[in-house]
């Protein structure tokens, strides 16, 4: 899951470099393997992470803008969102259940982040991957549409 994080950082290197291997500075493996550890659990945050970082939150903005081009709350949002398309795609199609593995312990938070995201709430992405003979392209275009 770690590469998958990398991948996302925008000083982009080549795909043999896209690991946490001594090409980042020491505060970016520090986030990186934190919200890999943490990105789905209900008490991951922008304050959470800047304890479990020791470092104040106008440095972990910095640091998420500098690598991420978005704040520390929307880095874990896309992440969680991202979850939230790659659980679709296995089919996993209840609400709940896809909102609380996302680390989202309120249905309408979910909600809102999925339709402020996407632009369409989340019954009605669901109806349309129904009924869609190509779902995998759906899903792998939204989640380009999270990161750029």
């Not at 994080?5 to 393997?33: M, S, T």
């Not at 943490?38 to 104040?56: A, G, M, Q």
């Not at 309120?106 to 009605?124: E, L, P, W």
């Amino acid at each position: 899951m770690l590469n998958e994080i990398c991948k996302y950082c925008k000083p982009k290197r080549c795909a043999a470099q896209i690991n946490v291997d001594g090409h980042c500075p020491e505060k970016l493996k520090k986030l990186l393997i934190t919200l890999k550890d943490n990105f789905l659990k209900y008490e991951c945050n922008v304050d959470y992470l800047h304890e479990k970082l020791s470092i104040t939150p106008m440095n972990l903005n910095f640091l998420t803008v500098k690598y991420f081009k978005c704040t520390p709350k929307k880095l874990i949002e896309n992440l969680r969102l991202e979850h939230a398309l790659i659980s679709l795609k296995k089919n996993n199609y209840n609400i709940i259940d896809v909102a609380n593995e996302c680390g989202y312990n309120n249905i309408g938070t979910f909600q809102k982040a999925f339709k402020r995201r996407f632009k369409q709430n989340f019954i009605c992405y669901k109806t349309k991957l129904l009924k869609s003979s190509k779902k995998d392209v759906l899903i792998k275009n939204l989640i380009n549409e999270l990161w750029h």
